[in-house]
């Protein structure tokens, strides 16, 4: 199993200098814009197939995480649950450290 620290502290670095939205109506509705779509472990069926099947309509990568919504929260430093969010700006470094990691 690998690390999640080079990880997690990327997806730090990505919310502290580019642009992220949280939430599965905000990333839907952002996916002509978005690099990248993540969710977490936690994330119900129903959702994860239709953030699945848009990702797939707009050729955008998605990324399911082995942490829940409570864990993804801290990694991003936020207060608040979120099972997904798009990153729609962020250092091109940065977005290929996370998809080298898939």
Same mark, same amino acid.
């Given at each position: 199993?690998?690390?999640? +620290? ?9 919310? /502290?200098?580019? !642009?992220?939205?949280?939430?599965? +109506? ?5 996916? $002509?814009?978005? +690099? #990248?779509?993540? =969710?977490?472990? @936690?994330?119900? @069926? ?7 099947? /848009? =990702? /797939? ?14 864990? #993804?929260? /801290? ?15 962020? $250092?091109?470094?940065? #977005?290929? #450290?996370?998809?080298? !990691?898939?």
């Amino acid at each position: 199993m690998t690390s999640l +620290k080079p990880f997690e502290k990327t997806l730090k670095n990505i919310r /502290k200098t580019g !642009k992220v939205v949280y939430g599965l +109506k905000e990333s839907i509705s952002s996916l $002509d814009n978005s +690099k #990248l779509i993540i =969710c977490s472990s @936690t994330i119900s @069926t129903e959702n994860l197939n239709l953030i699945e099947e /848009k =990702c /797939k309509q707009n050729s955008i990568t998605l990324i399911t995480t082995e942490q829940n919504s409570i864990g #993804l929260s /801290k990694t991003l430093g936020l207060s608040y649950r979120i099972s997904v969010f798009s990153i729609l700006e962020a $250092d091109e470094s940065d #977005l290929n #450290l996370i998809l080298s !990691k898939l």
